[in-house]
């Protein structure tokens, strides 16, 4: 098992565990949303929360994947500082949350940043403190609901249940360069 260098190996594991360059694009206490545009490539606003909530860890995606729901394959950094949109961080998978949004299914892998003395030492979520957890589910579970949308939140899983999504989301990502993004909403 081999560290993930996203621009030519699909292994999405290490010898201890998922380590893998991941993408900012909300920063930790921020009440602001940012989507990569697909046909320019850069950022956008896409909204500012509708809730008095805000972003509990760098909440990101993980380069050249394709989630289930067209987008690049969600994922929630966890550091010490806020981090600035579009910065890699080098972070290990340490969970998964699955949440149904207007009926689909959206992944968000839970990962560390391995740079960060404060949480490198994490393996999986369960080794978090409990309260952690608990803002992460919560936070999705209230999110929107001030635009009067519901979201059904999952317990959070082992790194182990996150290795196949990560790994599906690679494939996606690849079969669809394969076949060209013209007409499938731009560039990833």
Do not use: W
Request: glycine fraction near 6%.
């Amino acid at each position: 098992m081999a560290d993930i260098m996203f621009a030519s190996l699909h292994s999405t594991r290490s010898d201890d565990a998922s380590v893998a360059r991941r993408n900012t694009r909300r920063p930790f206490g921020s009440s602001v949303k940012y989507e990569l545009d697909k046909s320019s490539g850069m950022i956008k606003l896409d909204r500012v929360l509708y809730s008095a909530v805000y972003y509990p860890a760098n909440y990101g995606f993980i380069p050249q994947t394709l989630a289930e729901d067209d987008d690049p394959l969600d994922v929630l950094v966890l550091c010490q500082e806020a981090v600035v949109p579009l910065t890699l961080i080098h972070a290990r998978t340490i969970g998964l949350m699955t949440m149904i949004d207007t009926g689909k299914k959206d992944h968000k892998i839970i990962a560390v940043a391995t740079q960060d003395p404060e949480f490198n030492t994490y393996r999986e979520a369960q080794e978090m403190p409990a309260h952690r957890s608990l803002m992460l589910r919560r936070f999705f579970q209230d999110y929107k609901q001030l635009e009067g949308k519901a979201v059904e939140v999952d317990e959070i899983q082992p790194a182990e249940k996150a290795y196949p999504i990560i790994t599906d989301a690679l494939e996606r990502y690849s079969e669809q360069r394969r076949k060209g993004f013209k007409g499938f909403g731009g560039t990833h």
